[in-house]
């Protein structure tokens, strides 16, 4: 019943910008993260966001660059990323729970498909 659904990838360059989304669906708030995975690399936790918005957390390797918001009125979720270096490249998704912060993959339970970014030479 609960279903997260992201878009907004596509092909990037070193030092670009791109804003992802999440839809979600079949639940009301709850706390949510983004999540990317490289080729031959671990799924990383880049940022997270409470289910009221007055807290964040981001991974040291997006802090500064990189900021996670939510739309209360459509339960959307956002990734801005700015500043893009070639570890972007990655397949991104979003993941909702009910735990806290935290940025480990265990800490949700329901994922999204994924949104695929890449580098453009």
């Known amino acids: 019943q609960v279903q997260l659904v992201e878009s907004g990838g596509g092909s990037v360059q070193a030092g670009g910008s791109l804003r992802l989304s999440c839809v979600v669906s079949g639940v009301g708030p709850v706390y949510m993260g983004w999540f990317r995975q490289g080729p031959g690399k671990e799924r990383e936790g880049i940022a997270s966001?409470?289910?009221?918005?007055?807290?964040?957390r981001y991974s040291d390797s997006v802090q500064g660059r990189f900021t996670i918001s939510r739309d209360s009125s459509t339960n959307a979720v956002y990734l801005q990323m700015n500043s893009l270096k070639p570890d972007a490249a990655a397949m991104y998704y979003c993941a909702g729970g009910v735990s806290g912060l935290s940025l480990g993959v265990g800490n949700f339970q329901w994922w999204g498909q994924g949104t695929q970014v890449t580098d453009s030479s």
């Open positions: 966001i409470s289910p009221n918005a007055a807290r964040t």
